[in-house]
Every structure is written in C-alpha cells, then in structure tokens.
C-alpha cells in the first residue's frame, strides 16, 4: 500500500505579512531609479553647500574687511592726533589718506559711542581706540581734553575701503565656486567611475537573473561566482542565489510529492475499480441467489394451481365430445391468470433494465398510482390522500416509479381492507444528505402495521412461503429492486405515534455523479 510522504521541514506555514511603508523623505525618493536618487540627492547637496558657504563666510569676510578699514581708521586718527589736541580740527593730509573718509566731533552720546568704547578713549586720552560702533559705523575714536581755546571732545573717523571690500567678495565667491566644482568632479566621478560598476552593473544583473527566473530560463537563473562582488550588494545576490536553490529544491520535492500522489490515486482508482466490480458480482450473485430462491418458491406455488388445471383435464378427457360446463371454465381461467401474473412478477423481479431517468414530478406519479390502484383493488373504505407539495422533483423512470407506488399503496389499501378500512396519506420533502439532493417520499396508513417477525424480512420474495389470495408476494422485492437500480433506498417501519406502518422512499433529486 502507498504511502504519501510527510511534507519536508522547509515548507514553512506561516503566514506571509507585508513589511509596513515607509513614511518621509524616503517614500517620496522611492519610486525613482537609482541613477535619478542620485541627481536628486547631488543637487540638494550642492544647494545645501551654497547656502551653507553664503552663510557662514559671508559675515567672516565681512568683519574682515571691517576691522581693516577700523585700524586704517585707527591709524589716520593716530598720526593726526597731535594736530587735533592742538586746535581740534582733521589735517587736509590725513583727509586725501582714504578714498572714503568720514570725520566727527562731539560727545559721546551725539557720536553714538558704546560704554567700552568710552572707557577704552577715557582711559588713554590723545591715544586712537577702535570703536565697533559709531555714527559713522565702525570707526576709531579719541578724547581730546579741554585746552586753552578748546573744549574737551570725542573725535570719530570712519573710513571705507571699496577696492578692499571687492578684493574680499571676490575671493568669497572663488571659493564657493571652486567648492561647488570639487564636488561636482567628485559626483561626475562617482557617477562615471565607481557607481557603474560596483552598483548599477551588480542591480542590472540582478534584474536579469530575476527575468529569467520568470520566464523559466533555469539556466541563467543564477548569478555567477565571478560577477558578485565582495560587498554588500554582493551579499545580497549570494543570498538570491541560496534562495533560488532552495526554492528548486522545494519544487522538485513537491513534484515527487505530486507523482507519488498520482500513483497512490492510480492505485485507488484501480482497486476502486475492482471493488466496484466486486460489488457488481456480489449484486448478481446476490440475485441469482434470489432467483434461486424465488425459483424454489415458484415451483412450490406452482404445485397447487397446476394440479387444479391437470384435475379440470382430467375431468374433460373423461368427459370427451361433452360442452365444458361455465364453473370449469372459470375455474380454469382463474387458475391460467393466476400463473400468467405469478409469471410476470417473476419476470419484473429477475429483470435488470436501466432506467431512462429524468426530472420527474413526484406528485404526478404518486397520482397516477393511486388511479391505477383504485381500479385494480376495492377501495372502498379507505380514504387515498396525495399530499406531496407540486416543486417536489425526483430524477427517475416515472413509469418504473409509478410501479413502485402502485405496489406499496396496494399493499397499504390490503392491510386497511383486512382491517376495516382507514386512510392511505402520501407525504414528500425534499432533503440533503452528504452534500447530495434528496427526495423523500412517504407512504403513511392507520392500519394495523408490520409483523415484527416479517418486518427483518419484508422486501424478500415469499416472505410467507405462499402466494396470497390476491397477490404474489413478490410486490415489495420487486419495489426494492426499481428503486435500487436508481440509486435510491426504501425503508419500512411502524408509526410511532399510533398503529400503522410507514414506507419511505428515498430518491435522488438530480443526476447521480459518474465515479472515476
């Protein structure tokens, strides 16, 4: 007997889960090639670095030039000191020192003078002292003291130095400029030099593996030793590799696992087969055996008609040239109808027709029976209700199922007629078993109901070893048998609410399905 094998420890059960979405800069840079995040990144970088160079060198070169212009401004105020002590006025010589030159005189709040400032001229009067703040701007500032004919003061000069200022702008700009550059050659030979082939080209081979894996070319499905490089690009296609391997692995354990499967189900289909050839041979034998027995039977039941026909010849050979008297002849004709029925029964019974089966309305049939019921039997007495609902529908032969019904509402109408008489109710729903549509249809009466010693046995032939007054006792094997034939079942059993006796026929609603 097949074994299938046990599934191998790699195929992993777990559930697969998305990894979640990144959120920020990262998504909106996550639908571009790799080549464009660069550019990208590149010039954001450069702009980053321009504003970075505008805003820190720009204020250095700025004060800078500005102390230079103060100590040049510092400078002419100490060499004109002496003059100003004197008479309190700027030397014409100093004047023409500076293209730009700006001279003040006053206190040191009209000159607009910080604390440090004031305290630096104070403490060293005569003496130049740089002055961040002025009137003037940044300048140098000096205290002269009271003199006779002059009054004590501060004395302010400013000077401004233009070529200087653009000397210095333009050496801001060469560096932000020859910055910007260094880092352009250093992206231009990223981007022609090192990332080709130490990025794109592993990606790109990436891919191509991957396009083969899809379209089933398992010979360029791996990536070779040579093209994977030491680092972690590298890393990741060795993993890719691994992967693929033991995804194949996988597959060619599944596809042993698939054709041991497919042998295991050719076996099963075979000894189904066989099985089911069996069950054939046991349903022949098992009708053979019945006929067999019905065979015995009929020959015993024989017996008696036969020997009343063989006594009206007898009586006729003895009475040779003389009329046959009307109660021999309708003793006789008795006698050959009840042969000629025993006959049939027989023949019904050992039969073996396939039924031409189709969507049937179970009410119709039911009706149909009980007509031909109350022709053929006495119904006088006992009330025939056809309860099925109109929607119910059996797949069958209807003409070999109308046989069924006639059989078992005659039964019913000879059990009630003993009795004295009661009703006959047929009932049908429909049902689901095993996933299959079923129709149930039920033959219900109030008579006296089933022999327990008969109920075990009442579908076989002769069940009471002879034949009835008015049947053959073969109308209940014959019913089974139709039934069988349509895959269907029929039960007996007593009511248990009150006397009487139940007998359920089970159909199926639609097409029996063909087993392989």
């Known amino acids: 007997m097949h074994r299938v094998p046990a599934m191998p420890p790699f195929f992993?059960?777990?559930?697969?889960?998305?990894?979640?979405?990144?959120?920020?800069?990262?998504?909106?840079?996550?639908g571009m090639r790799i080549r464009k995040k660069l550019v990208v990144l590149h010039t954001l970088f450069s702009v980053g670095l321009a504003a970075i160079l505008l805003v820190a060198l720009r204020p250095a070169i700025t004060e800078v030039v500005e102390q230079a212009e103060m100590e040049?401004?510092?400078?002419?105020?100490?060499?004109?000191?002496?003059?100003?002590?004197?008479?309190?006025?700027m030397p014409a010589t100093e004047r023409s020192i500076a293209e730009r030159f700006a001279h003040r005189r006053g206190g040191a709040r009209e000159l607009q003078l910080d604390a440090a400032t004031v305290q630096a001229a104070l403490a060293a009067p005569g003496r130049a002292v740089v002055a961040r703040g002025s009137v003037v701007g940044p300048a140098a500032a000096l205290f002269a003291p009271a003199r006779p004919g002059t009054e004590e003061a501060f004395h302010v000069v400013g000077v401004l130095m233009p070529e200087t200022r653009r000397a210095a702008m333009q050496v801001y700009w060469l560096l932000v400029v020859a910055l910007l550059a260094v880092y352009a050659i250093v992206a231009l030979a990223l981007e022609v030099v090192v990332l080709p082939p130490t990025v794109y080209a592993p990606i790109q081979r990436m891919l191509i593996a991957d396009a083969a894996v899809q379209s089933g070319r398992k010979s360029e499905e791996l990536i070779p030793d040579e093209s994977i490089p030491g680092d972690e690009l590298g890393a990741i296609m060795r993993s890719r590799n691994e992967s693929v391997i033991k995804l194949r692995r996988q597959e060619e354990a599944l596809g042993a696992a698939l054709s041991q499967l497919e042998a295991v189900a050719t076996?099963?289909?075979?000894?189904?087969?066989?099985?089911?050839?069996?069950?054939?041979?046991?349903?022949?034998?098992?009708?053979?055996?019945?006929?067999?027995?019905?065979?015995?039977?009929?020959?015993?039941e024989l017996n008696t008609p036969l020997a009343v026909l063989k006594g009206c010849v007898e009586q006729l050979q003895g009475r040779a040239g003389q009329p046959v008297d009307p109660a021999t002849a309708a003793l006789m004709l008795r006698v050959v109808?009840?042969?000629?029925?025993?006959?049939?029964?027989?023949?019904?019974?050992?039969?073996v027709r396939t039924p031409d089966s189709r969507p049937a309305p179970v009410r119709e049939i039911v009706q149909e029976a009980i007509t031909l019921v109350r022709l053929d039997r006495d119904a006088r007495g006992v009330d025939i209700v056809n309860e099925v609902p109109?929607?119910?529908?059996?797949?069958?032969?209807?003409?070999?199922?109308?046989?069924?019904?006639?059989?078992?509402?005659?039964?019913?109408?000879?059990?009630?007629?003993?009795s004295g008489g009661g009703s006959v109710r047929i009932e049908a729903a429909s049902v689901e078993r095993e996933g299959r549509p079923l129709a149930s249809i039920s033959v219900i009466d109030d008579g006296p109901g089933i022999d327990a010693a008969v109920l075990a046995h009442l579908f076989e032939p002769f069940v009471s070893t002879r034949l009835d007054s008015r049947g053959t006792g073969l109308g209940l094997a014959v019913a089974e048998g139709i039934v069988k034939e349509?895959?269907?079942?029929?039960?007996?059993?007593?009511?248990?609410?009150?006397?009487?006796?139940?007998?359920?026929?089970?159909?199926?609603?639609?097409?029996?399905?063909?087993?392989?």
Do not use: W, Y
Not at 267 to 278: F, I, Q
Not at 286 to 293: C, E, F, P, Q, Y
């Open 337 to 351: 109808s009840r042969l000629e029925k025993l006959g049939l029964s027989l023949l019904d019974f050992a039969r």
């Open 390 to 418: 109109p929607a119910t529908i059996a797949h069958c032969d209807g003409d070999r199922m109308v046989q069924v019904f006639v059989n078992l509402i005659r039964n019913a109408v000879d059990s009630l007629a003993k």
């Open 72 to 89: 040049k401004a510092r400078v002419i105020l100490e060499n004109a000191a002496s003059v100003i002590l004197l008479d309190g006025t």
């Open 486 to 516: 349509h895959g269907g079942t029929i039960l007996a059993r007593n009511r248990s609410d009150r006397s009487g006796a139940v007998f359920e026929v089970v159909m199926p609603a639609g097409p029996r399905e063909e087993r392989c």
């Open 12 to 30: 992993d059960r777990r559930p697969v889960r998305q990894a979640p979405a990144t959120l920020g800069p990262a998504r909106l840079l996550a």
């Open 267 to 300: 076996d099963l289909k075979r000894k189904n087969h066989l099985l089911e050839t069996a069950q054939r041979n046991l349903a022949e034998s098992d009708r053979l055996a019945s006929l067999g027995m019905l065979s015995a039977g009929i020959a015993h």
